[in-house]
């Protein structure tokens, strides 16, 4: 379906409502129904595909078309029209298959955030192009000690990544733990933002906002606007929660409630880490439990200042609008009632990968990221350099350890993102990590630096490395890496 335009909304309107334009799908629903709605939505779930006998067989149509959002009916991009996409529930070993078919005016493609799977081909393959009207066959194959923990998937197509993310083209992948963990219940809570228009159309954004990277009016769990969720006290449950925000940093928190980070992207630690609060950037995924407490709690993303880009107003992180203190917006809001739950086993240590650190060091690079000023626009670049799929900007040697010092000369901090292969971090401004920690996203602050070790282990081929503001990407922060 055609965005609304305020043309035909209008026109439509002034022909009186409810009698005469019935039928017209998401117009109606849009101009009748209440922009936000008090009562709190309980938390709902998109659809969940699992896979059986070693495999998942998936078709994932992107369109464009009314949507349920942030309690209204919108026009928006959705994977098989909902917001988020279905989860999908894998095991190591696995192959899943994921038939896209492009429905939009666009060219997409897709991407599995996180996923240790071969770059190439019908792979996990940045460069592939879907045009409007096409569909390809993806097919990823995880290798048997493919570490479990929470993904994600999003389309990749260089240009229109920020796009088609704050546009509502997102979904959750889960690897399953070989040893389960004992919880009641299990949520995924899959945040993202975005800004609707009166007519309920996904807004356009500036020059301006693409440059800070875009961040959203609403601030969105599963597409629901401060949705509500039950427990009673005493109950251990897993929270998988994912920042598919195009720009936005979630600095999250939840008062009076019991957490214990399990994993942050595919890095499990050794132990459950007792937690208050944590800063997920964007893409960036937690794997927590939770062990409830009586009361009501928020789940809140606190503001987070990452930064302003010299001589621009107002591009500091921005706030969500209409929020009580306007410095914490919620997210989601539990409710602890009722009958003592517990006590709980003890959860079974994950299993450990390999500690970089005292792996011999095959290469050591620099990569610089800076967004400067030229010929009136913002440049965004790595080691100097814009994006061009056709250069290869690192070549690695297969089964090689590398160390990668990220270095941000800018004055804005970037979420760096590798494909494909995990990063562990050795050095954070200057300090030694004393634990192993393994993210596929690693925010660099502003004028700061970041030491990170990668094993380029199993698999060969083409791949890319990227900021995950989605903005920074699309402008051109992003370099191609070679691996054989
Ligand atoms: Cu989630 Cu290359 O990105
Ligand atoms: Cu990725
Ligand atoms: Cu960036």
């Known amino acids: 379906m055609e965005p609304l335009s305020r ?21 109606v629903m849009t101009l009748a129904r209440p922009t936000t709605s008090t009562a709190e939505p309980d938390l709902t779930y998109p659809p969940v595909l699992k896979s059986s006998a070693g495999r998942l067989d998936v078709q994932l149509e992107a369109s ?22 279905p989860t999908l529930r894998i095991q190591p070993g696995d192959v899943l298959r994921i038939h896209l078919v492009n429905n939009l005016r666009e060219a997409t493609n897709l991407h599995v955030h996180g996923l240790h799977v071969s770059p190439q081909g019908q792979g996990d393959n940045a460069f592939t192009v879907v045009g409007p009207g096409r569909d390809f066959g993806y097919e990823y194959r995880l290798p048997d000690d493919h570490p479990p923990g929470v993904y994600w998937y999003h389309p990749h197509h260089h240009g229109n990544v920020a796009d088609q993310v704050f546009g509502g083209l997102f979904g959750a992948i889960i690897v399953e733990d070989p040893e389960p963990i004992s919880t009641v219940r299990e949520r995924i809570l899959v945040v993202s933002d975005t800004t609707l228009d009166p ?27 401060n949705p509500r969720l039950e427990a009673r006290p005493g109950e251990r449950e897993r929270w998988r929660i994912i920042n598919a925000c195009a720009a936005r940093y979630l600095r999250l928190s939840i008062d009076g409630q019991r957490l214990q980070l399990l994993a942050t992207d595919s890095g499990r630690l050794p132990q459950p880490l007792a937690t208050e609060d944590l800063l997920l950037a964007p893409g960036n995924r937690a794997d927590l439990l939770v062990t409830t407490v009586t009361g009501e709690a928020v789940l809140r993303a606190t503001h987070y200042n990452r930064g302003v880009m010299p001589g621009m107003p107002g ?9 009580e203190d306007n410095d914490s917006t919620p997210l989601a809001t539990l409710r602890v009632a009722g009958k003592q739950a517990g006590p709980w086993p003890v959860v079974p240590a994950g299993s450990q990968r390999a500690d970089l650190r005292s792996s011999p060091v095959a290469v050591h690079r620099r990569l610089t990221f ?13 080691n100097g350099r814009q ?25 804005m901090d970037h979420p760096f993102h590798l494909h494909v292969w995990p990063m562990q971090i050795i050095e954070e401004d200057g300090q030694a990590l004393d634990f ?12 700061g630096r970041v030491t990170v070790r990668v094993a380029f282990d199993d698999f060969v081929g083409r791949s890319v490395y ?17 691996v054989r």
């Open 7 to 27: 043309r035909s909304a209008l026109l439509l309107g002034s022909l009186g409502l409810a009698s005469t334009v019935m039928g017209v799908t998401g117009l």
């Open 64 to 85: 464009h078309g009314p949507v349920q959002l942030a309690g209204r009916q919108a026009s928006a991009l959705a994977y098989n029209h909902e917001i988020p996409g």
């Open 199 to 225: 007519f309920g159309n996904i807004q356009q954004v500036s020059q301006m906002e693409r440059m800070a990277g875009r961040e959203g009016t609403l601030l969105l769990v599963n597409g629901q606007l």
């Open 315 to 323: 591009t500091e992180g921005s706030r969500v609008p209409g929020t």
């Open 370 to 382: 800076g967004a400067g000023m030229g010929m009136g626009m913002m440049g965004f670049t790595i």
């Open 387 to 411: 994006f061009d799929a056709t250069r290869t900007d690192t070549i690695a040697s297969v089964g090689s350890v590398e160390e990668w010092t990220l270095v941000n000369g800018s004055s």
């Open 436 to 447: 192993v920690r393994r993210q596929d996203v690693v925010n660099v602050p502003a004028n």
């Open 466 to 482: 990227h900021c995950h503001i989605l903005d920074h990407e699309d402008l051109g922060m992003m370099g191609v890496i070679e």
